[in-house]
Nanobody, 128 residues
Framework: QVQLVESGGGLVQVGGSLRLSCAAS????????MGWFRQAPGKEREFVAG????????RLQDSVKGRFTVSRDVAENTLYLHMNSLRREDTAVYYC?????????????????????WGQGTQVTVSS
């Protein structure tokens, strides 16, 4: 079992920045690829960014490339999402997720079904 707790969401103006954190506890953090997903009202949950168990491979949705970065601190069991140049369309609930990938150390799943554990979500609202 892995417990995930997101933090760092809030209200920010267009063009602003936020850093989301996801604290993991339970089983070995380093055996899990980690991802960030988001869900806006009336829309399906979508992949935003992810990082492999090795930390050497990251994957970003096209709409956030050049604006968001994902990183992980294995020593602190924490996943981060650095969000810059925020747009109104980035408004959503952001979820942290963990995918057990003990052997595929460079693999980053891009769909929700590949993730085993989820956090409760944190709201990000971008206003003009």
């Amino acid at each position: 079992q892995v417990q995930l707790v997101e933090s760092g969401g809030g209200l920010v103006q267009v063009g602003g920045s936020l850093r989301l954190s996801c604290a993991a506890s339970g089983r070995t953090f380093s055996a899990y690829a980690m991802g960030w997903f988001r869900q806006a009202p009336g829309k399906e949950r979508e992949f935003v960014a992810g990082i492999s168990t090795s930390g050497s491979n990251t994957r970003l949705q096209d709409s956030v490339k050049g604006r968001f970065t994902v990183s992980r601190d294995v020593a602190e069991n924490t996943l981060y999402l650095h969000m810059n140049s925020l747009r109104r369309e980035d408004t959503a609930v952001y979820y942290c997720a963990a995918s057990h990938q003990e052997y595929l150390k460079n693999y980053v799943p891009g769909v929700p079904d590949r993730y085993d554990y989820w956090g409760q979500g944190t709201q990000v609202t971008v206003s003009s």
